[in-house]
T-cell receptor, first 112, second 112 residues
Framework: DSGVTQTPKHLITATGQRVTLRCSPR?????VYWYQQSLDQGLQFLIQ???????AKGNILERFSAQQFPDLHSELNLSSLELGDSALYFC???????????FGPGTRLTVL | EDQVTQSPEALRLQEGESSSLNCSYT??????LFWYRQDPGKGPEFLFT???AGEEKEKERLKATLTKKESFLHITAPKPEDSATYLC?????????????FGTGTLLAVQP
């Protein structure tokens, strides 16, 4: 158990819908990262927050957004969902800097 | 562009048969190289961080080494429970983020 929690574990929804994925980092970690893992692309960085502020964006679609709250938990919002958004979404946390990242169990999103 | 290439894509070993997994990387300035283990449907589990060429780290039957261009994950006398996908990732000194850039992984199967 990495100490990072994610909910829900599974999510099944229809095209065009909007969903919210939630992540709680390890105690003491200020950085939260979101990654997408699909069969054909591997693990891809989406976005990073550090202590409530957006730190960096990767290949995140405009339909996707995220935020980190004062208690340091983070939410990833996915809207206007398409079939191709079906994937595993992982949250990771770290103390910061060059430190290793610890991953949560993931949310499996299926868009029908 | 920063890039990570892992080989082989898949590896099948007999229990007790030692081998090595390769991770070649191209990065503008290496902040750290990370090895993770991922079981099907689970989040990546942190194994090692290596920071500079010549560095080595060990954990049970696993040993990770680093050169200026590649890293190896040596598996000594593997057991069936070592079966998993092994992921290599790098972070660089570009910008304010330590996002991870992942390879596509090596799927290891250890047969009893």
């Amino acid at each position: 158990d990495s100490g990072v929690t994610q909910t829900p574990k599974h999510l099944i929804t229809a095209t065009g819908q909007r969903v919210t994925l939630r992540c709680s980092p390890r105690s003491g970690d200020l950085s939260v990262y979101w990654y997408q893992q699909s069969l054909d692309q591997g693990l891809q960085f989406l976005i990073q927050y550090y202590n409530g502020e957006e730190r960096a964006k990767g290949n995140i679609l405009e339909r996707f957004s995220a935020q980190q709250f004062p208690d340091l938990h983070s939410e990833l919002n996915l809207s206007s969902l398409e079939l191709g958004d079906s994937a595993l979404y992982f949250c990771a946390s770290s103390v910061g800097g060059a430190n290793e990242q610890f991953f949560g169990p993931g949310t499996r999103l299926t868009v029908l | 562009e920063d890039q990570v290439t892992q080989s082989p894509e898949a590896l099948r070993l007999q229990e007790g048969e030692s081998s090595s997994l390769n991770c070649s990387y191209t990065v503008s300035g290496l902040r750290g190289l990370f090895w993770y283990r991922q079981d099907p449907g689970k989040g990546p589990e942190f194994l090692f961080t290596l920071y500079s060429a010549g560095e080595e780290k060990e954990k049970e039957r696993l040993k990770a080494t680093l050169t200026k261009k590649e890293s190896f994950l040596h598996i000594t006398a593997p057991k069936p429970e070592d079966s998993a996908t092994y992921l290599c990732a790098v972070s660089n000194y570009g910008g304010a983020t330590n996002k991870l850039i992942f390879g596509t992984g090596t799927l290891l199967a250890v047969q009893p």
